[in-house]
């Protein structure tokens, strides 16, 4: 049977379900934020959004959750013949991630909610309105979204190819261990 | 040739003996859907002449003339798109005109003004209910109707369908009226 829970070797299947899920429904904002950014108005437009939003507010909820998870389940120790320095560059970029992925949506709620436009969630669940309209605001809270969102791609980019290095040059099983299909060892 | 006619009766209206003339403390206010959830813009200009006596509803009229350009949904950017072709198009109708062909009361107060209401190039009837008080100088005369959008092709093309904007359009007024001089 496949461990829920991490183990000092091995990622648990709830942590890898996490993983995946989150850097799918994050390659998918990022597509579909960008068209429905560049396409003229239309209704199509506006349905995009909708979407856009709604994943958005459910990747916050998922990773709130995930940090959760993590906090009560620590991640596998890291193979033998990491260098120190390694290990705590990846402790940084690993913290900027979690933040980034709980900041980036803040700040597209922070754009919807200083907004005119209305918005419920997938079209069904009204979501609390916190500031008055503002254009301004709204225009600057749309600059640090895009901010943000070039940082936490910068960084996801820096994390594929370290996992990359560990695979293909270190030859160690960082990256495999991650994977859904490897079956967890016993330890 | 209706088209004529309003255009016919607005231009007469200086000479026509209208009793009411609308203040610019009024209010005009339009809502509808937006992806499901509740929008509202305002018409900030707009003038409402009303001939009315109880007594004699035979000469009763109401006459609204809303310029569209003045329309204000509260953004830039969401104004831009309601004067563009496909909504109200106001590059080549600036205006909206609703002229009364008839009135009635249904109960104390309370008033049922049908006739014509020419938006942008389509003119179609429609029938506004509005309740109307008058005390000494003053009058004031509230109402709210719905107006299907599509009716007019407000919204054409794409935007035909309740899937992004919903059809119904919800108008609300509070007029202050005061005699015309």
């Known amino acids: ?187 | 040739m209706r088209h004529a006619l309003i255009a016919v009766l607005w231009l007469a209206l200086p000479a026509y003996a209208a009793e009411w003339r609308s203040t610019a403390a009024s209010e005009f206010t339009f809502r509808v859907t937006f992806e499901g959830e509740p929008i509202a813009g305002e018409f900030r200009d707009f003038e409402v002449s009303l001939e009315l006596d109880p007594a004699c509803l035979d000469a009763a009229a109401l006459l609204v003339r809303v310029d569209l350009r003045a329309a204000d949904m509260g953004d830039p950017d969401m104004n831009d798109v309601l004067f563009d072709a496909a909504w109200f198009d106001t590059q080549q109708f600036a205006a909206a005109v609703f002229a009364s062909d008839a009135i009635t009361e249904h109960a104390p107060g309370q008033f049922i003004a049908t006739g014509m209401l020419d938006l942008k190039g389509t003119v179609r009837r429609v029938t506004v209910p509005f309740s109307w008080t008058h005390s000494g100088d003053a009058a004031t005369m509230q109402g709210r109707f719905v107006v299907k959008r599509t009716d007019f092709e407000v919204g054409s093309g794409e935007w035909a369908t309740d899937d992004a904007i919903g059809i119904d359009v919800e108008l609300d007024f509070t007029v202050h009226l005061l005699p015309e001089d």
């Open chain 1, 1 to 187: 049977m496949r461990m829920l829970r991490n183990t000092e070797r091995a990622w648990g299947a709830v942590a890898k379900a996490f993983h995946w899920t989150v850097a799918a429904l994050m390659l998918g904002q990022l597509v579909l934020g960008t068209i429905a950014e560049e396409a003229r108005v239309s209704p199509l437009k506006l349905d995009l959004f909708v979407w856009h939003k709604s994943i958005g507010v459910s990747i916050l909820l998922l990773v709130i959750l995930r940090v959760a998870w993590r906090l009560r389940n620590p991640p596998p120790a890291a193979p033998d013949g990491i260098a120190a320095w390694e290990t705590l560059l990846a402790k940084v970029s690993h913290g900027l991630l979690y933040l980034l992925m709980i900041v980036v949506p803040l700040t597209g709620w922070w754009i919807s909610d200083t907004s005119r436009i209305p918005f419920r969630l997938y079209w069904m669940l009204p979501v609390p309105d916190l500031m008055a309209p503002n254009r301004d605001l709204s225009e600057f809270a749309a600059d640090v979204h895009g901010v943000l969102t070039t940082l936490l791609l910068a960084i996801v980019i820096v994390h594929i190819l370290a996992a990359c290095r560990h695979h293909f040059l270190l030859r160690n099983d960082i990256l495999s261990r991650m994977l859904p299909t490897r079956q967890n060892p016993r330890n």
